[in-house]
């Protein structure tokens, strides 16, 4: 059965042509146009990725999102004004997994889609061993990341960027590397890296890994070996 699309906007017009595009692309579809209509519709339909205007009346796209990831790691890529910059860095870092920018061409969004899908239902190859750095366990078949046998809620980006650290612990990586290693098909900004990065700080330290993650002053980020 092909993906189901969550659209969230408030403009009928962009809506209906968001809502075309998709469907001619081959995914299913359901809209909302504010958001408890969309938190309303996530929990009754369970979609496989929200396209959510951050701009919304009543309840923001924002508050959806902190909503959202609450409940889970279905993948969110937000929509946001040019000049709203702000908005694109915090949605990142309550865990988005990509942006787009109004104005938009649809052909791009669906592009930034099906990036967003690939990279979140990607199958690894059978038998592959999880990877392992001190307390942090990295099951890249299984898409989860435990700490002392209790597991993470990572979303799709911060879980990638985590994996790829952890293929080389000790190793500093460049916000240039893991953002072509999370991100390949975004226009993110390098900055988007230390968001996502933050999140997962917050969460490590709080499962009892503090100091796993490292900031490598005028390089970028590192797994300890013996944190």
């Known amino acids: 059965m092909s993906a189901l699309i969550l659209i969230v906007e408030d403009e009928p017009q962009l809506a209906e042509v968001l809502e075309a595009y998709a469907r001619q692309e081959g995914y299913r579809t359901e809209r909302a146009g504010d958001g408890d209509a969309a938190l309303h519709a996530f929990r009754a339909v369970q979609p496989d990725l929200i396209l959510l205007d951050v701009m919304l009346p009543g309840r923001s796209g924002l508050d959806v999102l902190k909503v959202v990831r609450s409940d889970g790691v279905t993948p969110v890529i937000l929509v946001t004004a040019r000049a709203e910059e702000t908005d694109q860095i915090v949605g990142l870092e309550l865990g988005a997994d990509d942006y787009v920018v109004k104005p938009f061409r649809p052909r ?94 917050r969460k490590l330290d709080g499962s009892g890994a503090a100091g796993l993650l490292r900031t490598v002053r005028g390089v970028g980020y590192r797994l300890e070996v013996s944190p």
């Open 108 to 201: 791009e969004v669906m592009a930034r889609v099906k990036a967003v899908l690939r990279r979140s239902s990607a199958a690894l190859q059978d038998g592959e061993p999880p990877l392992r750095v001190g307390p942090l366990e990295v099951d890249r078949r299984a898409v989860v990341a435990r700490v002392d046998g209790r597991p993470l809620a990572l979303t799709p980006a911060e879980f990638r960027l985590l994996a790829h650290l952890a293929e080389a612990p000790g190793r500093a990586f460049t916000r240039e590397d893991l953002l072509a290693a999370a991100l390949p098909d975004s226009d993110a900004l390098e900055r988007v890296v230390d968001a996502h990065l933050a999140s997962v700080r």
